[in-house]
Nanobody, 118 residues
Framework: QVQLVESGGGLVQAGGSLRLSCAAS???????????MGWYRQAPGKQRELVAG???????SYADFVKGRFTISRDNAKNTVYLQMNSLKPEDTAVYYC?????????WGQGTQVTVSS
């Protein structure tokens, strides 16, 4: 059963923007608002890495390589978390995954491909 569904990926030129969305399924609606949410990415041949996170209380954190370019946000009424990506670079090309953590449970989406052309 898929608990998180990402969307919004695609092909964009360097310098462009994309907004990713991650919608929680009904099965985790009850915990979404108190879950710590994160966006990760994995490029070919590389390990998955944390891009940005937002706590249930709304505190945000970012990897150094996206600071000032990406913004994570959440809409608990819509059970959705977003990643606004600006000034995209070819090295941002990866599959982007949404993650939710609540107590000892963790959920992943299936990923959305982001490709940035030079």
């Amino acid at each position: 059963q898929v608990q998180l569904v990402e969307s919004g990926g695609g092909l964009v030129q360097a310098g462009g923007s994309l907004r990713l969305s991650c919608a929680a399924s009904r099965s985790i609606f009850s915990i979404f608002g108190v879950s710590d949410m994160g966006w990760y990415r994995q490029a070919p041949g590389k390990q998955r890495e944390l891009v940005a996170g937002i706590t249930g209380g709304g505190s945000t954190s970012y990897a150094d390589f996206v600071k000032g370019r990406f913004t994570i946000s959440r809409d608990n009424a819509k059970n959705t978390v977003y990643l606004q990506m600006n000034s995209l670079k070819p090295e941002d090309t990866a599959v982007y995954y949404c993650n939710a953590k609540y107590l000892r449970s963790q959920y992943w989406g299936q990923g959305t491909q982001v490709t940035v052309s030079s």
